[in-house]
Every structure is written in C-alpha cells, then in structure tokens.
C-alpha cells in the first residue's frame, strides 16, 4: 500500500512569508507526528495527533507553528512569518494507533529554506 | 527526565567486520526501544524494536539489537557490515507509563562501511 507523503519535497520561501507543509498518512493510521531535523541533527518533535483527542502540542517552537489534522487524515504544518531558523527538513510519521508497540513510518520529508 | 544517548556521533567499520552502534538510554519504568535507518536521500525506515521478552531483537537486513536492562543499553549490531549499511542510525526510547507517547530520539550515529 502507499505510504506516508509528503508535499512539496522542496519549499524556498523568502523571510516573513507564511508556508504550508501537507502530510499524508498511511490510511487507517490513527497516529501522526510531525518532526523537524535541522543537517546534522537528531529529529525534533514538533506535534502529535492520535485520533480525536486533543494534540500535544508541547514541541512546537513558538506560536508562529501551528498544525492541524482534518477528519483524521491529511495534516497541514503552517508556519507564519518564516524566519532563517525555521529552514530545515520537516518530517512526518504515522502509526496504527498512539499505543508505544507500534513504529511510526515516515514520510520523505520537505526541506523548507527560508532566504 | 526520559533520554537518550548516541554516544558516537560517528562509526567507521571496514566491510564484513562485525558493527555495533552503541544506545544508552534513561526513563521511568521499563522501556520501549527502537532503532531507524536514514538512507541518504531517504526516509527514516524503522529497523527493529523492544519491547518484552527476548533481550536479543531481530530485525530488517540482518540487524539485531540487545537489550541489556542493567546496563540500560541497547546497542545496535550486526555480524558482517555491507558497504550498503552505510547511513545514519537513530535510537528512540519511550517509558512504559503515565500518558506520554512521544517517543525520545537519539541525535544519530553516523555508521560509514568502507569497501
């Protein structure tokens, strides 16, 4: 079956302009993360949806970053005002539900550059 | 707190000798484990996983992990490394208690087989 996408896989966006990141998950995946990894570094948890309850949204960096997940599917990363720190590599995963067994997969990433 | 440590940012293994990419990890109650692979250009796949019985894991392309509850490790091994082991390799951990799904990554290990 399909797996996680992601869209755009690239994303150039000058300082100050508002950008969208869509994620795909697997379907019947109740589970979905959003990460960010900046080069050469570990992955950064950004925000997580399991199912209807309410995401934890303890790692998003500032109130610039917001996301949200419609009907339980598709998600959209929304990131205002950009700024040269925002660029990196913007990951999402899911898994077939929030219970800790399951592995997550992951999408193939959008590398935001912010100029 | 829950954490995670990849003490070698780098390993180089000369192919067919045996690797091992070395997880150290910190959390309340027991654990649940996993290690991804990131191919260059790729996603983060999902390698393998801990999470109750047998301490030795086995899983994808010939790796195996052990879980060694005293030493609160879980090293990353394979018998005969291949030039195509080369990638970066992430450790992630998550306690077995209390609400908190996320899980907790390592910053990587670079493992880089030479021919």
């Known amino acids: 079956g399909a797996g996680v996408s992601q869209s755009p896989s690239n994303k150039v966006t000058e300082k100050g302009k508002d950008v969208e990141l869509r994620c795909d998950p697997i379907?019947?995946?109740?589970?979905l993360y959003w990460y960010r990894q900046s080069l050469g570094q570990g992955l950064e948890f950004l925000i997580y949806f399991q199912g209807n309850s309410a995401p934890d949204k303890s790692g998003l960096p500032s109130d610039r970053f917001s996301a949200e997940r419609t009907g339980g599917s598709v998600s959209t990363l929304t990131i205002q005002r950009t700024q040269q720190e925002d660029s990196a590599v913007y990951l999402c995963?899911?898994?077939?539900?929030?219970?800790?067994?399951?592995?997550?997969?992951f999408g193939p990433g959008t590398r935001l550059t912010v100029t | 707190a829950q954490s995670v440590a990849q003490p070698e940012d780098q390993v180089n293994v000369a192919e067919g000798n045996p690797l091992t990419v070395k997880c150290t990890y910190s959390?309340?109650?027991?654990?649940?484990l996993f290690w991804y692979v990131q191919y260059p250009n790729r996603g983060l796949q999902f390698l393998l996983k801990y999470i109750t019985g047998d301490n030795l894991v086995k899983g994808s392309y010939g790796f195996e992990a052990e879980f060694n509850k005293s030493q609160t490790s879980f090293h990353l091994k394979k018998p005969s490394a291949l030039v195509s082991d080369s990638a970066l390799y992430f450790c992630a951990v998550r306690a077995n208690a209390g609400n908190n799904r996320k899980l907790i990554w390592g910053l990587g290990t670079s493992l880089a087989v030479n021919p």
């Open positions: 379907s019947g995946h109740t589970a």
């Open positions: 959390v309340s109650g027991n654990p649940y």
């Open positions: 995963a899911s898994s077939q539900s929030g219970t800790e067994t399951y592995e997550q997969y």
